[in-house]
Structures are given as structure tokens and as C-alpha cells.
């Protein structure tokens, strides 16, 4: 109350105030927030939308344009220049009443970890469809993983302004490609003009937007008595008939009404509410963010059916009031340096507050930012359910969850434990029940690198820049990995694909200023050793006048759990006991520092144990002269016991029409990909499960867009790495070696 009259008084004064007041909703419990992600695939129009959102929310002055490059979220020099979402960005705004934090996320495939990583700080997802073109593949992988992160989701189909748009397409796809139970509250409209205006099911009203004022404002006409009323009336009578055979408290006033017009509008949005949070329906809306069309309806739904951070997350609630927060994203920020973006599940942040993050580390909170894309205010405290960016924060890093100390972190194990009846040795046998594993289980998990390239600094001085650069670059983005290769002397970056290569190297150069040469692009094999065998290796040098002596014996077998192990034979064991700890410390980093970079392609060696036997070590002998040995010993077990090739594979999930398939599975077993399963998807479609080498896979979207004359869709992610024939191992080889 004191808030509304707060915010009604500094109306009159100043209007700009007003959005700050209402952003003073910010003291305001943790059910009036809605934490959102926004999904698509590419091009669908999600920054766009959420654009009209700010603006119809009072956060921004003027519409920001994807065309022009000036939208808020889009917001690295990156992604206005290509018009395209790159760095999921948060924004933050107050709709009736409610706080809307929303994460607006990157659609190329390239970028999936970003979107996984957003998926770990919201409690809902508003899927964007592009409505000419359906559910795209980009669609289906996005759907799938907010299936794996449990979230209940609207859709908006979005582009309806085009001649070529068609809604009930958009809907028979979401059945049949994404299996979900599409509920439309909306249906289109087109006037002889083509100018679009939406029927609301469950109001009977048209929705008409103006667009002299941006679509600030719209008008609701109750439809007058005809065809297109009665047709409405039959769909509010569908859908109130469908939601009661979903939700019994709607069913009970049904039934003891005898009519679906005794139903009130309120009663329809509660059942679509519960329904929506149970992941049994997904409500389907529409219109047009870049004509203004229908965003205010968006907003409403997205305060009205999707949940409150109460709703979710009740497995924190052993922290009771202790601090709970997830880090989803770690951005660079040219002023204040690196931001920590952390979702706030239990108990409040403040300015100065003390940390632990995953790793045990203390942590500083020295200020903390409410969000806006690029633009920032500093608040002193946070409330659970809400989303803070912290600076000060040094060695977290993405997907860690931060608490008060590890003692809480503990307690709150320990509370859990106990509500689930689950005794610390059960727990310890049972990985099903590992409280931890709950615990971290909504972390985002990071991909295997599929593609590598080298990377230079255009002179030697900027080495050291460079390095720094890829440090920060990587803290935000886990999927990158950035490896020295002692060998060729060289940096090597492994990713996702050719696009996140391509937009480090421009980003080194807009943001750090180092203008980076990238190698050419290539499949990032792995090794694994043929046999067994066994080495010894002695080394003596005499440095700096010192005598440098060891001598030591390494196996190499396969093995895919442990990587290092002392030898157990009877002969070996005795001398073993007696090691001190620090040598078989230093022998262990060389001899794993060895599986970095196999004999045949540099590909890293996995699946692959080392086994010591025995090492003896001269007095005065140098640490790294002992972890040279012990590389060494490595390095020459691999190429005597000969390695294997494993490549990258990617698991698709393709979506055909029946009359394709046949096709289409002709083109996949000449690209070696084995068929895992086919089934039905709704009438006229198959869905096809197939992993197939990455090295086939070139292309090979737009190849099946031919096959299939654009019908089919499909999506693609890392699935591990497998073996090759050698014949194909051959082909490889000659590719890495430019021969081929
Ligand atoms: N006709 C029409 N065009 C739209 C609409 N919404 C977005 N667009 C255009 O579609 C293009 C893509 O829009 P974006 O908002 O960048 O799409 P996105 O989903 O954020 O794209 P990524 O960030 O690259 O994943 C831009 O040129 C927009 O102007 C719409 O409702 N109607």
C-alpha cells in the first residue's frame, strides 16, 4: 500500500521517477517475481520481443531495432554488428505489479551453453516460434532441455504480421514435433488489409493495437452477436473442457455448474496457471513484436501462468533462511570489470557479505547491480527469488552455488538428508539418492570441445594479454577450452564450432584489443592406447653443475575410471610405501601432463591409465627434471604401444514426413550414421534418432533441407566419441595432416 502510494506521488512529481519506484518492487516477495527465460531458434524474433517488453514496461525510452543495432540486450559490439544473440543478457522489469527477470538467450547451436546455463537461474521459458516457419530445429533442442531443467513453458508465436504466417500450423507442430499439449488463449485475425488483430479465447474480446503509439495502447472490443463470436464461444467452451479434464478444481465447478458459461474468466486463468506449472499444457499466444503487436498480452500471461521462485526450487529450502545463490553467467563489464550473474534462491545478498563458493574458496561481494543488459544499478541487498550481478567475486566460476560458508552448505545437506529419511550411508551408497549431486544437479553441464583451433598473438609482447584475455572469455564461457600444447609452442582454443571460434577472435579484438590469428578449424580427435605396455626410462644431466638423476618405470593399460594408480604387483609395492608424497606428486603431474597430446593427430589420450612401477630419484634432482622423466616415460609407452583414433560424434534427432524418411535415412547411412530409433511423430511424421560422426556432418542442415524439400527439421549435440575403422582413421590422419 505504502509502496502504490509512494509510487502514485512521485507520478505527479516526475514521471521517470515512477520506474523506479516501481522497480522498488524489488522489496516485494518472492511470488510477485517471475525469473524467465526466453528461447528460440535463431532469427525467431526473441530480442525483438523482449525489446517491446522494455519498453511497454517504461524501462526504455525509445524501441530498439535488431536491423539497426541498438536493441538493449543485443548488446556486445558482436551481436549488434551480426544481429544475432551471443551472450545471454538479463533485464529486469516491473509489469503490473510483478518483477519480470528475463534472460534473453543466443539460438545458434554453437551457443547451446549459454542457454543450458541460463536454464539454471529461471523458474519458466517463453518459447519464441517464428510463425512462417513452425517448430524449427533450433526449437526442438531448446524445448528439449528446458524438458531436462523441468520448466513449465509458454509459447508465442511470434511474426504473425506476414502474409505467409499460419498459426494453426505453429500449433499441429508443437503436438506433433515437441509432444507438447498446445492450449491457445489467442487465435489471429486479418482485416481486407492484412492488418492483424487476435480474438482472446477466454475474454471473447479483439485485441486491436495502434501503431502511432508503438502499440502502447490497445483496444478491447467485446465481439458483437455473429459467426465469428460463435466460433470464439465454441473455442472458450473447448478449452474450458479441456483444462477440466486436466485440473479437478475446474472439473468440480464444471460439474456442479452444469455449464461451461457459468466458468469465469478468472476461474480459466487459475486452471490454465496450475495447469501450466504442472507441465501439463502449454499456453500458445501470439502477435507481432516488431509491428507492437500483442506483447502487453505476453507479459500478462507470463505473470499469470508461469511460477513464482517459491513455487520452484523447494529442494533450498533446507537452507531456510541461509544464503543460496546459483551463478549462471560471468560477463566482462569495461567499467567494473568481471560481473558474477547470481540467481538468489534462499536468503538475501548484501553489499559486503562474505561467500563460499563450490570449491571452498571465500569470496567478497564488493558491490551488487540490478540488471539491465549493459546498463547497471547498484543496489545494497538482493531477496531470494531474484537475480543479483556481483562484482568482487574472484575464483567463482559458472554453475557454482555460493553460500554463507561451507558449514551451511553442510547443515543444509545434513536438514535435507533428513527430510528425505536418507541416512549419510545410504547416501554415500546410492548415487540415485546423492543429496550433493541434488544439490549441483541444476548446474549447467559443459560440452566436450568438438573443433580446435591454434591461436596467436599478433607479436610476442601480447602473449601475456592474450593469455589474460582467454582467462576472462573462459570464466564466462565454460565451453571454451584453452590449452598451451608444449610441442608446437602454440595456444589452441577447443569449441563448439566455427561461429564461436570466429566470434572470440572478434571479440579479443573489440573488447581486448588484440587482434588474434585463429588456425584453420579442425575436429578435435581423441587417442586412446592400442595395449598394454610397460617402460623404463632413465635420465642423468648434470644443470648448473648439479648432478639430475631419475630413473622410472610407467605402464600404460586401458582403464576409463582412474588415470593414475601405483602399481599393486607384490615386487613393487614395498618400494612404493616408502615415496615420499612430493615425488609422486611431481611424477603424476608429468605423466598426466603427457596424455595431453597423443603421438598420432596431438588428439588428448583417454580411456588411458598409467600404472608406476618404480621410480628412483638421485639426491638434488630437480622437481621438473623429475616431471620431464616422467612425460617422457609417457610420451614413449604411447608411441611404442601405438594409439587409436576416436572422433567426435553427434547425436540428431531428425523430424521427417513419412514420404521422406526413406530418403533421408539413404543419405545418414552414407554419412555412417547408425540408426537408434524411429518412431511415429503424430500422423504424416517420423522422428529418427541417429548418431553420426561429426567429420559427416559438414552441411549437412542444408543438405537434408534439400532431401527433404525444407520439411524436415533437426537438431544435433555432442553425444562422446567412438571409435573408427582404420581405414577411415587413415582419412582422418590425412585430413589433420592438410594431406587430404
Ligand atoms: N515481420 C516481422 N519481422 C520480425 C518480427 N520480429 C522480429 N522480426 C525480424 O526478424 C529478425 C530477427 O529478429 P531477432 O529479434 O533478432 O531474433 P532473435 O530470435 O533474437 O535472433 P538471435 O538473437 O540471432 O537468436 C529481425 O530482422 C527482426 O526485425 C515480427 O514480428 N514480424
Not at 76 to 82: N, Y
Not at 174 to 185: G, H, R
Not at 195 to 203: A, E, M, Q
Request: glycine content about 6%; overall charge neutral.
Amino acid at each position: 500500500m505504502l509502496q502504490c502510494t509512494l509510487s502514485i506521488f512521485l507520478f505527479r512529481r516526475n514521471k521517470l521517477l515512477l520506474r523506479y519506484s516501481a522497480l522498488g518492487l524489488k522489496r516485494c516477495y518472492s511470488t510477485d517475481i517471475r525469473n524467465i527465460g526466453i528461447l528460440a531458434h535463431i532469427d525467431a524474433g526473441k530480442t525483438t520481443t523482449t525489446e517491446r517488453m522494455l519498453f511497454y514496461a517504461g524501462k526504455t525510452r525509445a524501441l530498439g531495432e535488431v536491423h539497426r543495432g541498438n536493441t538493449v540486450t543485443d548488446y556486445l559490439a558482436q551481436e549488434r554488428e551480426r544481429g544475432i544473440t551471443i551472450c545471454s543478457s538479463a533485464v529486469t522489469f516491473p509489469w503490473n505489479g510483478k518483477r519480470i527477470n528475463l534472460l534473453d538467450t543466443p539460438g545458434h547451436i554453437d551457443f547451446t551453453m549459454e542457454v543450458e546455463q541460463s536454464l539454471c537461474a529461471v523458474d519458466g521459458v517463453v518459447v519464441v516460434l517464428d510463425g512462417t516457419a513452425g517448430v524449427e530445429a533450433q526449437t526442438v533442442t531448446v524445448w528439449t532441455q528446458a524438458d531436462k531443467h523441468k520448466l513449465p513453458r509458454l509459447v508465442f508465436v511470434n511474426k504473425m504480421d506476414r502474409p505467409d504466417a499460419n498459426f494453426e500450423k505453429c500449433v499441429y507442430e508443437l503436438k506433433t514435433k515437441l509432444d507438447a499439449e498446445p492450449v491457445c488463449t489467442q487465435f489471429p485475425v486479418k482485416n481486407n488489409e492484412g492488418h492483424l488483430s487476435i480474438y482472446d479465447v477466454i475474454t471473447l474480446e479483439q485485441l486491436s493495437w495502434q501503431q502511432k503509439d508503438y502499440g502502447r495502447v490497445y483496444q478491447k472490443t467485446k465481439l458483437e452477436a455473429s459467426e465469428a463470436l460463435r466460433d470464439l464461444q465454441e473455442k472458450r467452451n473447448e478449452l474450458i473442457d479441456k483444462l477440466s479434464g486436466l485440473d479437478d478444481e475446474l472439473a468440480e465447478i464444471v460439474i456442479s455448474t452444469e455449464s461451461f458459461d457459468q466458468v469465469s474468466n478468472e476461474l480459466i486463468g487459475k486452471a490454465i496457471r496450475r495447469a501450466t506449472c504442472q507441465k501439463k499444457i502449454v499456453p500458445v499466444l501470439l502477435g507481432s513484436a516488431y509491428k507492437n503487436i500483442g506483447i502487453q498480452r505476453l507479459m500478462d500471461a507470463i505473470n499469470d501462468y508461469l511460477p513464482n521462485p517459491e513455487e520452484c526450487n523447494q529442494i533450498y529450502e533446507c537452507f531456510g533462511n541461509d544464503l543460496a545463490g546459483k551463478v549462471f553467467k560471468i560477463v566482462h563489464d569495461k567499467q567494473r570489470g568481471p560481473l558474477t550473474l547470481v540467481r538468489l534462491i534462499r536468503g538475501e545478498l548484501k553489499r559486503g557479505m562474505r561467500l563460499t563458493c563450490s570449491s571452498g574458496q571465500a569470496e567478497v561481494v564488493s558491490k551488487i547491480y540490478e540488471p539491465l543488459a549493459d546498463e547497471y544499478r547498484e543496489v545494497s541487498s538482493v531477496q531470494a527469488g531474484d537475480v543479483a550481478i556481483c562484482a568482487g567475486l574472484k575464483s567463482t566460476i559458472t554453475g557454482d552455488l555460493l553460500t554463507s560458508s561451507h558449514t551451511s552448505l553442510k547443515n543444509a545437506q545434513k536438514r535435507l538428508m533428513k527430510i528425505r529419511g536418507v541416512t549419510i550411508q545410504q547416501h554415500e551408497d546410492d548415487d540415485e539418492l546423492s543429496v550433493d549431486q541434488e544439490m549441483f544437479a541444476i548446474g549447467a553441464q559443459i560440452p566436450d570441445a568438438v573443433y580446435f583451433c591454434s591461436i596467436e598473438p599478433p607479436s610476442i609482447s601480447s602473449q601475456t594479454a592474450m593469455e589474460q584475455a582467454l582467462k576472462q572469455l573462459q570464466r564466462e564461457d565454460p565451453s571454451l577450452r584453452v590449452n598451451y600444447d608444449a610441442v608446437t609452442g602454440q595456444t589452441v582454443l577447443g569449441g563448439m564450432g566455427e561461429l564461436h571460434m570466429d566470434i572470440i577472435k572478434s571479440r579479443m579484438l573489440s573488447e581486448y584489443k588484440i587482434d588474434v590469428d585463429l588456425g584453420p578449424l579442425q575436429i578435435a580427435y581423441k587417442e586412446t592406447i592400442k595395449s598394454p605396455s610397460t617402460n623404463t626410462l632413465s635420465l642423468e644431466k648434470e644443470i648448473a653443475g648439479s648432478k639430475q638423476n631419475v630413473s622410472i618405470t610407467l605402464e600404460v593399460v586401458n582403464d576409463e575410471v582412474e588415470v593414475f594408480c601405483l602399481d599393486k604387483s607384490p615386487e613393487n609395492v614395498q618400494h612404493l610405501k616408502a615415496l615420499r608424497p612430493r615425488i609422486l606428486q611431481v611424477v603424476r603431474k608429468g605423466a598426466i601432463s603427457a596424455l595431453e597430446r597423443g603421438p598420432r593427430v596431438g588428439g588428448q589420450v583417454v580411456d588411458t591409465q598409467i600404472r608406476l612401477h618404480n621410480v628412483l630419484v638421485g639426491r638434488g634432482t630437480a622437481d621438473s627434471f623429475i616431471m620431464a622423466a616422467a612425460a617422457q616415460c609417457v610420451q614413449k609407452l604411447l608411441t611404442t604401444s601405438g594409439t587409436r583414433l576416436l572422433e567426435p560424434i553427434m547425436a540428431l534427432q531428425i523430424v521427417a514426413p513419412n514420404d521422406h524418411v526413406s530418403g533421408v535415412m539413404a543419405d545418414l547411412s552414407r554419412r555412417r550414421a547408425i540408426i537408434k530409433d524411429v518412431t511415429t511423430k503424430g500422423e504424416k511424421n517420423k522422428m529418427i534418432l541417429v548418431n553420426a560422426p561429426l567429420s559427416e556432418l559438414s552441411g549437412y542442415s542444408s543438405a537434408l533441407r534439400t532431401i527433404s524439400s525444407g520439411t524436415a527439421s533437426m537438431t544435433m549435440q555432442p553425444c562422446g566419441f567412438s571409435e573408427m575403422n582404420s581405414l577411415d582413421e587413415t582419412l582422418a590422419i590425412r585430413r589433420v595432416q592438410g594431406l587430404e
